[in-house]
Antibody, heavy 118, light 107 residues
Framework: EVQLVETGGGLIQPGGSLRLSCAASGLTVSGNYMSWVRQAPGKGLEWVSVLYRSGATYYADSVKGRFTTSRDNSENTLYLQMNSLRAEDTAVYYC????????????WGKGTTVIVSS | DIQMTQSPSSLSASVGDRVTITCRASQSISTYLNWYQQKPGRAPNLLIYGASSLQSGVPSRFSGSGSGTEFSLTIISLLPEDFATYYC?????????FGQGTKLEIK
C-alpha cells in the first residue's frame, strides 16, 4: 500500500524555523515527483513546491527564498525546511506524489498542522 | 503564473440532481487540468486528471471535459457523499495553481 505520513508540525513563533518530514512507503521518493500543498484554516488549497526526480525544485512565490524542499533517499523521506515563518504560513501541510508527465496528485498524506503565532 | 478561476464558489443542490462546476484558466493549458474532491478534515482526493480521464476507483457519475482555457466537472445523480468542496488545478506549468474551490451543499 502506498502511504505518505507527514510529521513535524507544531506551534512556532514568527520568524522561526521548522522542518516537516514526509515518510513514504510503497513508493520511492527519489523515483517520483513529490509535492507539498498547504491549506490555511478555512481556505483553499495552495501549491507550495515540487521536487522532480532530477532533483530540480520549484516553489510558489509566497515561499520562494524561505522554504526548501529536499529528500533523503536512504530514509525514503521528503522534507520541507521552512525558515522566516510568518503568520500567513499557518496551514495544514500535505505531502503528495505527482504523476510524471501530467503532474496531477494521486497520493496524498493526511497532513501536518503548522501554526505560526506568538 | 496561470490563474485558475472556478464558478460558482458555492452551490446548493439536492440528492439526485445533476451539477456542473466550471474552471477557467488565465491562459491555455491544453488538457493539463485536474479535479479534486475534499471533505472536511480530510486530504483532497483525485477525481479527474487530464481534463477528462477518470481516476481509478472514482464513480462514473463524475465526468470532466474541456481544453484550452475552459473546463467543467459534472456530477450526475448526486449522492449524499458527494457534498464536499471541489477544486480544479492546472498542471501545465509551475506553480501548479488551484482554483479557489466550489463548495457543494445540500439544498
Amino acid at each position: 500500500e502506498v502511504q505518505l505520513v507527514e510529521t513535524g508540525g507544531g506551534l512556532i513563533q514568527p520568524g522561526g524555523s521548522l522542518r516537516l518530514s514526509c515518510a513514504a512507503s510503497g513508493l520511492t521518493v527519489s523515483g517520483n515527483y513529490m509535492s507539498w500543498v498547504r491549506q490555511a484554516p478555512g481556505k483553499g488549497l495552495e501549491w507550495v513546491s515540487v521536487l522532480y526526480r532530477s532533483g530540480a525544485t520549484y516553489y510558489a512565490d509566497s515561499v520562494k527564498g524561505r522554504f526548501t524542499t529536499s529528500r533523503d533517499n536512504s530514509e525514503n523521506t521528503l522534507y520541507l525546511q521552512m525558515n522566516s515563518l510568518r503568520a500567513e504560513d499557518t496551514a495544514v501541510y500535505y505531502c503528495a506524489r505527482s504523476v510524471e508527465g501530467r503532474y496531477y496528485v494521486d497520493v496524498w498524506g493526511k497532513g501536518t498542522t503548522v501554526i505560526v503565532s506568538s | 503564473d496561470i490563474q485558475m478561476t472556478q464558478s460558482p464558489s458555492s452551490l446548493s443542490a439536492s440528492v439526485g440532481d445533476r451539477v456542473t462546476i466550471t474552471c477557467r484558466a488565465s491562459q491555455s493549458i491544453s488538457t493539463y487540468l485536474n479535479w479534486y474532491q475534499q471533505k472536511p478534515g480530510r486530504a483532497p482526493n483525485l477525481l479527474i486528471y487530464g481534463a477528462s480521464s477518470l481516476q481509478s476507483g472514482v464513480p462514473s457519475r463524475f465526468s470532466g471535459s474541456g481544453s484550452g482555457t475552459e473546463f467543467s466537472l459534472t456530477i450526475i445523480s448526486l449522492l449524499p457523499e458527494d457534498f464536499a468542496t471541489y477544486y480544479c488545478q492546472e498542471s501545465y506549468s509551475t506553480p501548479h495553481n488551484f482554483g479557489q474551490g466550489t463548495k457543494l451543499e445540500i439544498k
